[in-house]
């Protein structure tokens, strides 16, 4: 079109905008023809179309260099093999492991197998599901050598490669499964990425990778156990954490890297980091603690709680021990503030055991039994309540223990005695209805919501509540 006048400026720029380039033939490759259509004189009874063909199939010529991928990239030879030999060379120099020779013969045998069907679709070429097939080939094929080339030359950047690996899945997702692709992407990016990895400090710079990490993550895992972004993650990851000097004591020293690497990690590597560098810690952490200490009988609770998230199910062994140390480190029972700083030392332990075991647990410490006695001396006083135990501490240890359990314990121990309080008070002091009605909503408020909410124990408040009323009203009490 360069060579003569547009016949049409609106046509040349929709062909400007649409990548063409002046000069060069139209078509995928460039094919079509770049020169007036020349008229030979054609000999006597002969067909037409056999002025100039030396053979039959010959495609026309252009003038052009060819555009063929096949041809571009690999010579003239690749059409004349019906099935591909990849090429192996020595190792090199800096390739003592022979990853970079191993990288570009996984290539070639992607390319070996991309060829034939990229072959196989242009023998057959008879509908929209074929060309497509070529269409897909053909790209995956020109940017595998591409790679392969660079692998050749030496001169193979991490960079290129992904970015390489990371178009094509965005384009041919199916075939980028299809064909594995994912495996290739491992054995040529693996060897480059792998040193760099080696050199981090997660625990320092814990989202240095992250981005870069996230494009492996898309090109290298193909869903398995044990895919080539797996494999790297593994290999790098878990041993730099492993001698990153971490202790149990800075939890959040941890958790700032594995916070924001969770959906990059494979869940193998995450298992090994919290049973490989994680519970070592945890486990000493639990072995040195003493609940008897006076200067923090909880000093191990804090460093387990951030951990219930993440290794769940591997902490119960460590629940064990910690229950072990929690009964043989607990004081005597028999006064009311032994009762009471047990409870800071017990209380934090409820929200990471599971209900059963914190069942089992209070039943074997005896609380209840330490609570019917706290009961039993309580004293019940009008007008002015000046024992504090049962807000205190009684009031505090019942969401601890079983409702039913403490609900018996109320009946059995308390509400007979506060009637008793109240009756004698109203009989004998003839106090204002009103002063007397707040007492008792006093001694409501100490209740738990979850004690209000019982029925029993409403009752038994409000027969308080119907005896200061019959008393105003001058009926008597019952």
């Known amino acids: 079109m360069s060579s003569f006048p547009a016949p049409n400026a609106r046509v040349a720029n929709m062909m400007r905008r649409m990548n063409y380039e002046p000069g060069s033939g139209l078509g995928k490759y460039g094919q079509g023809i770049v020169s007036p259509i020349k008229v030979p004189e054609r ?15 010959t495609p026309y010529d252009n003038g052009l260099p060819s555009t063929d991928p096949w041809t571009n990239k690999w010579g003239d030879g690749w059409k004349a093999k019906r099935s591909y030999q990849p090429r192996h060379q020595d190792f090199e120099w800096g390739d003592a492991d022979g990853s970079r020779k191993q990288g570009r013969e996984f290539c070639e045998e992607i390319l070996a197998k991309m060829h034939q069907q990229w072959e196989a679709a242009l023998a057959r070429q008879d509908d929209q599901e074929t060309l497509e097939l070529v269409i897909k080939a053909t790209s995956i094929i020109e940017a595998l050598a591409v790679i392969h080339e660079k692998s050749t030359t030496g001169e193979l950047a991490a960079g290129d490669v992904i970015w390489e690996f990371t178009w094509l899945k965005e384009r041919f997702p199916e075939a980028y499964k299809m064909h594995r692709v994912a495996n290739a992407a491992g054995v040529v990016v693996a060897p480059l990425v792998r040193p760099m990895l080696q050199k981090w400090q997660p625990l320092l710079d814990p989202t240095l990778w992250l981005d870069v990490a996230a494009m492996l993550k898309n090109t290298m895992d193909d869903g398995s156990a044990t895919s080539p972004y797996a494999a790297l993650i593994n290999d790098t990851v878990v041993p730099a954490l ?24 494979p869940p193998s590597t995450m298992q090994r980091i919290l049973e490989e560098v994680v519970m070592p810690e945890l486990t000493a952490l639990v072995d040195s603690w003493d609940p008897r200490s006076l200067w923090d009988p909880t000093c ?20 064990a021990t910690v229950r072990r140390k929690l ?4 004081q005597g029972w028999d006064t009311g503030s032994a009762l009471a700083s047990n409870y800071e030392r017990v209380s934090p332990w409820k929200a990471l055991f599971s209900p059963a075991t914190w069942e089992e647990f209070i039943d074997e410490i005896g609380v209840v039994p330490r609570l019917a006695h706290a009961l039993l001396e309580l004293r019940v006083t009008a007008p002015r309540q000046n024992d504090e135990s049962f807000e205190k501490v009684i009031m505090k240890w019942a969401p601890l223990v079983r409702h039913e359990d403490m609900v018996e314990l109320l009946e059995a121990y308390f509400f007979d005695r506060w009637q008793k309080a109240l009756r004698h008070w109203l009989v004998s002091a003839g106090r204002p209805a009103g002063e007397v009605m707040e007492w008792c909503r006093g001694w409501k408020r100490l209740f738990t919501p979850e004690l209000l909410a019982d029925e029993r124990v409403l009752a038994r408040l409000e027969e308080g509540v119907d005896m200061v009323n019959r008393m105003a009203e001058g009926k008597g009490i019952l």
């Not at 202790?247 to 990690?265: Q, S």
């Open 43 to 57: 000999p006597k009874h002969r067909g037409l179309g056999t002025v100039g063909a030396e053979k039959e199939g």
């Open 300 to 319: 191990c609770h804090p460093q387990l709680c951030p951990w219930v998230r993440l290794a769940g199910p591997l902490l119960e062994g460590l629940y």
């Open 242 to 265: 492993k001698v990153s000097g971490w202790k149990a004591t800075d939890p959040e020293g941890m958790l700032r890297f594995l916070e924001p690497w969770e959906d990059m990690l």
């Open 327 to 330: 009964q043989e480190g607990l």
